[in-house]
Each structure stands twice: as C-alpha cells, then as structure tokens.
T-cell receptor, first 116, second 116 residues
C-alpha cells in the first residue's frame, strides 16, 4: 500500500549505535503507531501519536523514543541499540476515532532491524 | 489490561476445506472492536475482517466469517473453501471503543498452512 512507507526496510547495526526508523504516510491520518513483531509475541505497541508533537508510550517503550514534527512523519529512535531490539518494526496509521469502527489501521511493510 | 490469546501456534488445512482459527480475549469493557489480520510471507499486514462488540450479528467477508461469542469472550475465524493464497500468519486483535485512539492489542498469531 503506497499510503504508508517505512525506511529503511532492512538495517544491520552494532550494539550501542543510534538508529532511526522513519515512517511516512500520505493519508493525512491523525494517529500513528510503532509496533515491533517478535516470534511468540505477535505485535506489541512501542509508541503512538495522536497528533503533531503529541505522543505517548505503549507497552514496550523502554529504550525507544519517537518524534512527530509533521502529520505525515513519525520517527522511531533507538538511542543505543541492543541485541534485544533486533526485531521487525511496523508503522501504522489511522484517522480520527469514530463510533462506526471504520478506523482501520493501515500498516507499512515493516523494517527488519538486526543489532549485532 | 486487555489480553488476546491465540492458543494454536500452527494449523493446517487441505485446499478447498474449511478451517477455524481460535481467539479468546480478556477485557472489562463492554464496547470494543475485534479484528483478524493476515500476514503473508511478504510481511504486509492485511485486514481480513472486523467485528463491533455491540453488533450481535457475526461479520462475514466472502469466504471469511467469524463466530463472536461475547459472553465467552471468544472470536474465532472460519475460512471456507481454503485456497493456497490463504497460507499466512493470522493475528487476532482487540481495540477499545473509545479513549485510546485506535491502539490494537494483538495475539501471538496462528500460522496457517494450506496443503494442495
């Protein structure tokens, strides 16, 4: 789906280095999310944003920070990468919550990060 | 906190047959939404079907249907006339009705194999 893109798609880095993953959406969606996917855990929410400069923590936020300076961009930063952060990272977006339940998350294609 | 449980890590079905994937969840909310997502080898997350808890009628989408048992907190996915393209990881997900954006809580997934 061209509406939401992630970069880089693959990255290998070393322990202790900073890493930034970028999510860009063209849907003008208000909400954006970062999830990580690990075997046996499904997808777990790292951080989310409900508007420009408005972010909050998810269930696995330790070691991660985010920023959203524009509606279309949501950055995930690992200040000092660790091997436990080796994972596949998914960005998602959705629009304003409505009772109809029509606010389905649109996912990016994922970014595979390997920390050696 | 809400939890979503998928007790079948792997399932297998013969092409053209029917298979049911199980999902249970735990919540104290009365209004919420439930989803099934498909993740093929491409890693893309694809919405299969969604169910609003306030609707008693089970959702259907072509060959996909759900059995939503609100009292039992059960939300199973039935795939009829299984096709080779249905082979994927399937995730069950939960979302509160309001006050949380569209944050999803995912199960750990069920990997479905389709035998030709």
């Amino acid at each position: 789906d061209a509406g939401i893109t992630q970069s880089p798609r693959h990255k290998v880095t070393e322990t202790g280095t900073p890493v930034t993953l970028r999510c860009h959406q063209t849907e003008n969606h208000r909400y954006m999310y970062w999830y990580r996917q690990d075997p046996g855990h499904g997808l777990r929410l790292i951080h989310y944003s409900y508007g420009v400069k408005d972010t909050d923590k998810g269930e696995v936020s330790d070691g991660y920070s985010v920023s959203r300076s524009k509606t279309e961009d949501f950055l995930l930063t690992l200040e000092s990468a660790t091997s436990s952060q080796t994972s596949v990272y998914f960005c998602a977006s959705s629009n304003v919550l409505a009772r109809s339940g029509a606010n389905v998350l649109t996912f990016g294609a994922g970014s595979r990060l390997t920390v050696l | 906190a809400q939890t979503v449980t998928q007790s079948q890590p792997e399932m297998s079905v013969q092409e053209a047959e029917t298979v049911t994937l199980s999902c249970t969840y735990d919540t104290s909310e009365s209004d919420y939404y439930l989803f099934w997502y498909k993740q093929p080898p491409s890693r893309q997350m694809i919405l299969v079907i969604r169910q609003e808890a306030y609707k008693q009628q089970n959702a259907t989408e072509n060959r996909f249907s759900v059995n939503f048992q609100k009292a039992a907190k059960s939300f199973s996915l039935k795939i009829s006339d299984s096709q080779l393209g249905d082979a994927a990881m399937y995730f069950c997900a939960y979302r509160r009705e309001a006050g949380s954006g569209d944050k999803l809580t995912f199960g750990t997934g069920t990997r479905l194999a389709v035998r030709p």
